[in-house]
Every structure is written in structure tokens, then in C-alpha cells.
T-cell receptor, first 115, second 118 residues
Framework: AQSVAQPEDQVNVAEGNPLTVKCTYS??????LFWYVQYPNRGLQFLLK??????LVKGSYGFEAEFNKSQTSFHLKKPSALVSDSALYFC?????????????FGKGTKLSVIP | GAVVSQHPSRVICKSGTSVKIECRSL??????MFWYRQFPKQSLMLMAT?????????EQGVEKDKFLINHASLTLSTLTVTSAHPEDSSFYIC??????????????FGPGTRLLVL
């Protein structure tokens, strides 16, 4: 079975400061890892993914994430937070090679960027 | 690219009626579509996976006779909540993924449908 843990329900950061949203995963075999963002009463928007290759992945809106196999982590980062980044962030995993491509989501982390 | 739409965005219905929600991939052909349910302040719960032209695969605990899924084409899937009851009130979100060569690993999500059953 695969699982994703987002240890923080909420992260608060001042505008202009760097932000980190944590994610760890558990999967047998190689993982495909994803970050999505959800604004209130909206669906999920794809931010970035790690499939293979460079461990540092860059995505939309200046976000990036680093795949760390030894720590089974895929933390989301941004060098300088904007108030508009305030939203709910979900980390998700698929087992590589799994034909169903079913995502397993973390519980989500609410990011609040304070002006 | 990779835009998924849902219709309606919001629906209010009386208990006992049926509601149909459409999910469309606008600029790509979706090999697989997924239907999720999200409760307030919670993560997404996968309800079912559907492939074009075949029966949907439902997750454990999801009533297939209550939540009818039809995936008639590579760009359209529908979820029908039959004989809706207040406990079916929720936020329903669909997603779609393309086939090989079309960024097949990534699911692209619709904007969601808010269902309120009175």
C-alpha cells in the first residue's frame, strides 16, 4: 500500500519569506510524486511532479520541490512567498508502473501568507 | 493545455431526485477519468476510475448503483447521483489523464461541483 504524510495542517509565513510545505511518502518501488494546489471552492491545480531524473523539480508560479529518496521526502518550496500563494496544498504519490495511475493524496496543508 | 471542465459548478436538489455531473477534457483525449469526493477541510476520496468504453471500477464502500458513472467518449465522463439524500451533499471533483505520450502520469482536475441535497 502507498501513503503520503503531510505533517503540518497549517503553515504560516510572512510575505517575502521563503516557504516550505513538507511531504513524506511510502511506496514499494519507485514513486511518481506530485504537488497540487486548491483554492477555496475550486478543483486542484497541478504545480509540479517528479517522475525521474533531476531531484530538484521546478514548477508553476515559482514553486519547486526536491525529491529525496533516502528520506522519502518531497518538500515543496518557494524562495519568496506571496499573499496569493495562500491556499490548500496537496502532495500525492503513484507507484511507478502501476497501471491504474491512482493518486494517493496527503491530507493537505493550509498555507497562509501574512502580508 | 490540459483543461478539464465540470458542469454544473453548483447544484441544489430535493431529496430523492437524481443529479448528473459532466466532466469534459477540453483539449486532450482522456484515457482515464477519475471521480473524487471531498468533505469540508478534508482530502480527496477516490470514488471510482473509469476508462472510455468500459465499466467503472469503484473503490471499496462506494455504491455503484447509487453513483452511476458513464465514460462514453475520450472527452466526456458523467457521474449520476441517483436518489440523492442529504448525506450525499459534498464537493465532487473529476480528473482526467491522457495516454502514453500525452503526459500520461499527470491527472488534471476539473473545478468541482458543489452538490447540496435538501
Amino acid at each position: 500500500a502507498q501513503s503520503v504524510a503531510q505533517p503540518e495542517d497549517q503553515v504560516n509565513v510572512a510575505e517575502g519569506n521563503p516557504l516550505t510545505v513538507k511531504c513524506t511518502y511510502s511506496v514499494s518501488g519507485n514513486p511518481y510524486l506530485f504537488w497540487y494546489v486548491q483554492y477555496p471552492n475550486r478543483g486542484l491545480q497541478f504545480l509540479l511532479k517528479y517522475i525521474t531524473g533531476d531531484n530538484l523539480v521546478k514548477g508553476s508560479y515559482g514553486f519547486e520541490a526536491e525529491f529525496n529518496k533516502s528520506q522519502t521526502s518531497f518538500h515543496l518550496k518557494k524562495p519568496s512567498a506571496l499573499v496569493s500563494d495562500s491556499a490548500l496544498y496537496f502532495c500525492a504519490v503513484i507507484k511507478a508502473g502501476a497501471g491504474s495511475y491512482q493518486l494517493t493524496f496527503g491530507k493537505g496543508t493550509k498555507l497562509s501568507v501574512i502580508p | 493545455g490540459a483543461v478539464v471542465s465540470q458542469h454544473p459548478s453548483r447544484v441544489i436538489c430535493k431529496s430523492g431526485t437524481s443529479v448528473k455531473i459532466e466532466c469534459r477534457s477540453l483539449d486532450f483525449q482522456a484515457t482515464t477519468m477519475f471521480w473524487y469526493r471531498q468533505f469540508p477541510k478534508q482530502s480527496l476520496m477516490l470514488m471510482a476510475t473509469s476508462n472510455e468504453g468500459s465499466k467503472a471500477t469503484y473503490e471499496q464502500g462506494v455504491e455503484k448503483d447509487k453513483f452511476l458513472i458513464n465514460h462514453a467518449s475520450l472527452t466526456l465522463s458523467t457521474l449520476t447521483v441517483t436518489s440523492a439524500h442529504p448525506e450525499d451533499s459534498s464537493f465532487y471533483i473529476c480528473s482526467a489523464r491522457g495516454g502514453p505520450g500525452l503526459d500520461g502520469e499527470t491527472q488534471y482536475f476539473g473545478p468541482g461541483t458543489r452538490l447540496l441535497v435538501l
